[in-house]
């Protein structure tokens, strides 16, 4: 989302509980798959930024509200790979309020009904314009947070 990239995979299996650092890597192109040759490659690469955290299956209660229902059968069994796409909301957060910001926005709390800040002395000398039509709602904020995070993680599933 915003090519902010917060996200991080974890998983467990048989042999322990391991997270690979997406966070870390850098693509070396635009397009990191060109040709068959590219698959061992990032193959290789995902290798390299997986850390074993644990030698021990992640041991979660089977039951709600750990796994939905219609899961407890088979996830996370002898067997089995768990895989648990997380995101920073905090840092997509503040990535969002650079953004904004950096456009003028001033952040508004829409729930006491006030600025986000003490910001008059920004307002006083120009940096900051307090228009009504540059007041960004502190809940959509929020929101977009949210929402971009979990556009992210969708993203990691579904690739």
Not at 14 to 24: C, E
Not at 87 to 98: E, H, K, N, P, R
Request: proline share 5%; net charge negative.
């Amino acid at each position: 989302a915003a090519s902010i990239g917060t996200s991080e995979l974890f998983f467990t299996d048989d042999s322990g509980v391991y997270i690979t650092r997406t966070r870390d890597l850098t693509p070396e192109k635009l397009r990191e798959f060109e040709d068959s040759d590219d698959v061992t490659r990032i193959i290789g690469v995902s290798r390299a930024a997986t850390v074993q955290l644990s030698k021990q299956r992640l041991s979660l209660p089977v039951e709600p509200p750990h796994y939905d229902e219609h899961n407890l059968w088979n996830s996370n069994r002898p067997g089995s790979t768990l895989f648990m796409p997380m995101g920073d909301v905090g840092q997509q957060l503040l990535a969002l309020l650079a953004m904004y910001v950096s456009n003028g926005y001033t952040l508004y709390d829409d729930y006491s009904g006030c600025l986000g800040g003490k910001l008059q002395p920004f307002i006083r000398t120009g940096i900051i314009n307090d228009t009504p039509q540059m007041r960004f709602a502190l809940s959509h904020i929020e929101q977009a947070a949210y929402s971009t995070t979990a556009m992210e993680l969708s993203l990691i599933c579904q690739n």
